[in-house]
């Protein structure tokens, strides 16, 4: 029988489970591996009536300095399987995005090579849309499982609807996913390589961050608006806007939670003083 207490953790800290290493204790965290222990932790929410908030890797979110006064649910160690049916790849939610391009290409199929080197997990990828070089997760998704109200349901990818890092699964937790990708032509092996090596030329990979702290806005880019309004370097405590790439605010000195929000509260001002343009947050700033 499995064991609660074994399952679900208090007071854990959220800066071991954040991309930004910042963020204050969480009241509750539970990491499930398969979907029995899901189903336990959901009976646990319902029975305490709990808050609570879903998670990937983390690499997209800032937690409070407080902390999260609810259950933190990490899905990055659910489901950690992948297997390949023709050209049909199904990877449980807390497989790394960045390891199932691997495998894809491994298996000589083609498709989500231009996702190589995005931080988070199939879960979250799935739940934002995540794209990157003209490509997004929703152009190659088949079906989804999910788990909602304590039941488990797969629907097909027509039954949902995806925009720009967008997708409308809200309450729903992604359980795996299935992609319909093709057997390659090219040498997916080296696409993969050109995207890694552009990462690691305009991206600050050194330093804790959220990636991309701001979504695109219509007809240019965030960073070059940031670097534009002269902020390039900008910094309040220990975060600073990077000066490899402006969209990205990383923790180059300790930074609290509080540095990150007032410097992207900061940067969004300016911004929008100087080009009329309100940038939109694409990292999820969660509250205690």
Same mark, same amino acid.
């Given at each position: ?21 910042t963020?204050?204790?969480a ?9 029995l ?9 319902q029975?305490?009536?709990?808050r609570?908030?879903?998670?990937g890797?983390?690499?997209?979110? +800032?937690? #409070? =300095?407080a902390?999260?006064d609810?259950l %933190?649910l990490?899905l990055?160690k659910l489901?950690?399987f992948m297997? @390949?049916?023709k050209?049909?790849l199904?990877?449980g939610?807390?497989i +790394?995005? #960045? =390891?199932m391009?691997?495998f894809?290409? %491994?298996?000589?199929?083609?498709g989500?090579e231009?996702?190589s080197? @995005? ?5 979250g990828a799935?739940?934002m849309?995540?794209g990157?070089f003209?490509t ?12 909602k ?9 027509s039954e ?10 809200k309450?729903e ?6 992609f ?5 032509k ?9 995207i890694?090596?552009?990462?690691g030329?305009?991206?600050?990979l ?14 240019t ?8 309004c002269?902020l390039k370097?900008?910094?309040?405590g220990?975060?600073?806007v ?7 605010i ?5 930074a609290?939670?509080k540095?990150i929000?007032?410097l992207i509260s900061?940067?969004?001002?300016v911004?929008?003083q100087?080009?009329?343009i309100?940038?939109?947050e694409?990292?999820?700033i969660?509250?205690?």
């Amino acid at each position: 029988m499995l064991d609660l207490n074994s399952i679900i953790k208090s007071n854990e800290p959220l800066s071991k489970h954040c991309s930004y290493k910042t963020g204050g204790p969480a009241r509750f965290f539970a990491e499930p591996k398969n979907n029995l222990e899901l189903m336990l932790i959901w009976n646990f929410l319902q029975e305490k009536k709990l808050r609570y908030l879903v998670i990937g890797n983390g690499t997209n979110v +800032l937690f #409070d =300095d407080a902390g999260f006064d609810g259950l %933190i649910l990490s899905l990055k160690k659910l489901n950690r399987f992948m297997i @390949i049916d023709k050209n049909i790849l199904t990877a449980g939610s807390g497989i +790394l995005l #960045d =390891d199932m391009v691997l495998f894809s290409i %491994i298996n000589n199929l083609s498709g989500i090579e231009h996702l190589s080197g @995005i931080p988070g997990t199939v879960g979250g990828a799935i739940y934002m849309n995540a794209g990157a070089f003209d490509t997004e997760i929703k152009d190659v998704l088949y079906s989804v499982e999910i788990f909602k109200d304590g039941e488990f349901t797969t629907l097909k990818a027509s039954e949902l609807s995806f925009s720009y890092r967008k997708s409308s699964i809200k309450d729903e937790i992604v359980v795996s996913g299935s992609f319909k990708l093709n057997f390659a032509k090219n040498d997916p092996h080296k696409i993969r390589d050109d995207i890694l090596n552009k990462r690691g030329e305009k991206q600050p990979l050194e330093y804790p961050s959220c990636g991309s702290v701001f979504k695109r806005p219509p007809g240019t880019y965030a960073g070059k608006l940031i670097e534009e309004c002269g902020l390039k370097g900008f910094s309040i405590g220990g975060a600073k806007v990077s000066e490899k790439h402006s969209n990205f605010i990383i923790n180059f000195n300790n930074a609290s939670s509080k540095d990150i929000k007032d410097l992207i509260s900061h940067v969004k001002m300016v911004v929008f003083q100087k080009t009329g343009i309100m940038l939109e947050e694409e990292v999820k700033i969660i509250e205690r």
